[in-house]
């Protein structure tokens, strides 16, 4: 079950709240003293589980952009490659390779699979066409060599981009780092003094721990929130404006 980085903000309340309960449940039962090992354990396990999750999120954010580079080095290599043909092959193929380049592009502008029907199709016309002039006479003996494995790679990464794409932690470990933030919530109000509300302490909490939860899902799914790798299709806008 996918996370919209929207959700997070249901914490801000929530944490504010489970303080307030928690000091009048210190209050109410006149509690001297809290248990420091207990409120220790918690408030550790949860700031590990919630850097583990940024840390996981970066890694998969900076792994989107070194496949998206990947990419276009495939794209660019292919259509190099394209000079063995023979010149009559090669217009029609290096036009659909600009069509093609341009269809990659806005991958993360919307909840979508990696691979775009547009995408899947000009894959099938490049390498049809790509089999048939290396095969016309004029080819260069090398084209089947070089040319088709060279499309062959830009096939792929597609594949695994689309796999990096939908590569998440399990639905678990966010409804454990939204439940750990409510208890830490509580057993953080309950540690507080029983004299009357702090909101500045409440609110100081709720917002730390709401803009902490929302970046991690901001980065996790670039696809979903304000965060997006549009920006890196820089490389990939170049790459077409290079093809001539």
């Known amino acids: 079950m996918p ?72 794209i660019g290599k292919a259509y190099l490659r394209i000079d ?60 089947a060599r070089l040319l088709l494995p060279a499309i062959n790679d830009m096939i792929d990464i597609t594949a695994t981009r689309q796999t990096a794409f939908r590569l998440h932690p399990p639905s678990i ?6 439940g750990l933030s409510c208890v830490c919530a509580f057993m953080a109000g309950s540690g507080a003094s029983a004299a009357g509300p702090n909101w500045f302490y409440a609110f100081a909490l709720a917002i730390t721990v709401t803009l902490t939860v929302y970046a991690t899902l901001e980065i996790e799914y670039p696809d979903r929130g304000l965060i997006r790798l549009s920006h890196t299709d820089q490389s990939l806008i170049d790459l077409r404006n290079s093809m001539n």
Request: glycine fraction near 6%.
């Open 173 to 178: 470990v966010f409804l454990l780092l939204y």
């Open 3 to 74: 996370f919209r980085p929207i959700s997070a903000l249901i914490l801000l309340p929530a944490i504010v709240i489970l303080f307030e309960l928690g000091r009048r449940f210190h209050a109410r039962r006149k509690v001297a003293t809290t248990s420091a090992a207990v409120e220790g354990a918690v408030f550790g396990l949860f700031g590990l589980l919630l850097a583990f999750t940024f840390s996981g999120a970066m890694t998969r954010y900076d792994a989107h952009r070194t496949l998206l580079v990947e990419e276009t080095n495939d």
């Open 84 to 143: 063995l043909l023979a010149p009559g092959s090669q217009p029609a193929l290096r036009q659909l390779f600009r069509d093609y380049t341009t269809s990659r592009l806005h991958l993360f502008d919307s909840v979508a699979s990696a691979v775009s029907p547009d995408s899947f199709r000009l894959q099938q016309v490049i390498w049809e066409q790509a089999v048939r002039a290396c095969a016309a006479p004029g080819a260069s003996p090398a084209a």
